[in-house]
Structure formats: structure tokens, C-alpha cells
T-cell receptor, first 112, second 114 residues
């Protein structure tokens, strides 16, 4: 799986959009971009994933650049409960072991 | 409610005393995995299972055993725990393999081996 680079930490004001960047310059054509988050030692929580098109669900939006070398996770109206470590992961479609490899992630602090 | 459950949530034990951490999912998922999470090392896969009676090693299988006799259950067994197995353990399940499917994680089991 391709390596990802994320800023170690970010702050966001409550109610504002949180934009979390991720670089994955070595991504290959059959690799998906996944985002998970982990709130203080709880089980990681799936947020969203995409291949090359932008995606949106009830939690967030995922914007993938046209060359697919980077992406941005957008939480449109951050709340205090969104404070967590956010992980950007790139995974091949046929990963038989279904393994998830989490890097350092971005620690998002949502402030009142 | 669709969920992955683990028991116990917290466990303190001594070196060499066999223990089992249970994992159960109610979503009829085929794939299940065990991970451990340690500071600075991220999440590392211990074992995974693609279906009943099919299991395989992940990145760090030494010192662990698993079994998958039923689709919903995937227990993690430590036959002779050692202090280096002190960690936070997560069980996960997903409906399919590979990069097209998200994984659902349990709440975690914090294990301390003295």
C-alpha cells in the first residue's frame, strides 16, 4: 500500500469546516483512499473512501485531486465530538489480508 | 444495532497465564481481523480470517492463536502471555476483502501482562 503524509495536528473552531489534507504521491491506479478516525483509544471508525471521484456521505466529503496524489477530508461543520486522530490510508482493491496500516494521522482539535 | 463486541474490555494478568479475548460481530461479515495498537507503532494486524475455518497470519502473529469455528466469532488466544503483549487490542470485521470495503472495529481490549 502507498505511503501517506499528514500534518501531525490541526485546530478548528467549532461550527467551521475542518479540512484535513493527505499526500499520497506514490498512489497507484488500483488503490483506494480511505479515511478513519479514532477518538481517544476507542475503536477506529470508518469515515469515507474513494478511488478517483469526489465522495460525500453523512459524515464528510472527500476531495481527491485529478492526479490522485493528494486528497482532503472535509468535515463541513465540526463539533467538539469530532476531536480525534484522523488517518488517511491508501489500500489496494485486492488486499487479501484486508490489512489496514495506520500511519501517524492528524490530531484534530475542535475548539469552542 | 450492528456492532463488533469484545470481552473483556480491560484485563490485567500475569506472565504465562493463558487467556482468551472474545470477539463477536452481528453483521454476517465474512472477514474478521485482530490488531494491536502500541504508542509510536500504529495499528498492526495480528491475524485475519477470510471465512469460517480459514485464518492466516498478519504482521505480528507470534505469541497469538485464533480460531474461526463460527462466522460471528473470532477469539484471540494468548497461550502464555508475556509483558511485551501488553497492548490495546482491536477486533474488526468487514463484509468483503480488499480495498473496496470498510472495516468495523470493536471498542478495544486493554491488556496488561505483569
Amino acid at each position: 500500500d502507498a505511503k501517506t503524509t499528514q500534518p501531525p495536528s490541526m485546530d478548528c473552531a467549532e461550527g467551521r469546516a475542518a479540512n484535513l489534507p493527505c499526500n499520497h504521491s506514490t498512489i497507484s491506479g488500483n488503490e483506494y483512499v480511505y479515511w478513519y478516525r479514532q477518538i481517544h483509544s476507542q475503536g477506529p471508525q470508518y469515515i469515507i473512501h474513494g478511488l478517483k471521484n469526489n465522495e460525500t456521505n453523512e459524515m464528510a466529503s472527500l476531495i481527491i485531486t485529478e492526479d490522485r496524489k493528494s486528497s482532503t477530508l472535509i468535515l463541513p461543520h465540526a463539533t467538539l465530538r469530532d476531536t480525534a486522530v484522523y488517518y488517511c490510508i491508501v489500500r489496494v482493491a485486492n488486499n487479501a489480508g484486508n490489512m489496514l496500516t495506520f500511519g501517524g494521522g492528524t490530531r484534530l482539535m475542535v475548539k469552542p | 444495532e450492528a456492532q463488533v463486541t469484545q470481552n473483556p474490555r480491560y484485563l490485567i494478568t500475569v506472565t504465562g497465564k493463558k487467556l482468551t479475548v472474545t470477539c463477536s460481530q452481528n453483521m454476517n461479515h465474512e472477514y474478521m481481523s485482530w490488531y494491536r495498537q502500541d504508542p509510536g507503532l500504529g495499528l498492526r494486524q495480528i491475524y485475519y480470517s477470510m471465512n469460517v475455518e480459514v485464518t492466516d497470519k498478519g504482521d505480528v502473529p507470534e505469541g497469538y492463536k485464533v480460531s474461526r469455528k463460527e462466522k460471528r466469532n473470532f477469539p484471540l488466544i494468548l497461550e502464555s502471555p508475556s509483558p511485551n503483549q501488553t497492548s490495546l487490542y482491536f477486533c474488526a470485521s468487514s463484509p468483503a476483502a480488499g480495498g473496496k470495503s470498510e472495516q468495523f472495529f470493536g471498542p478495544g481490549t486493554r491488556l496488561t501482562v505483569l
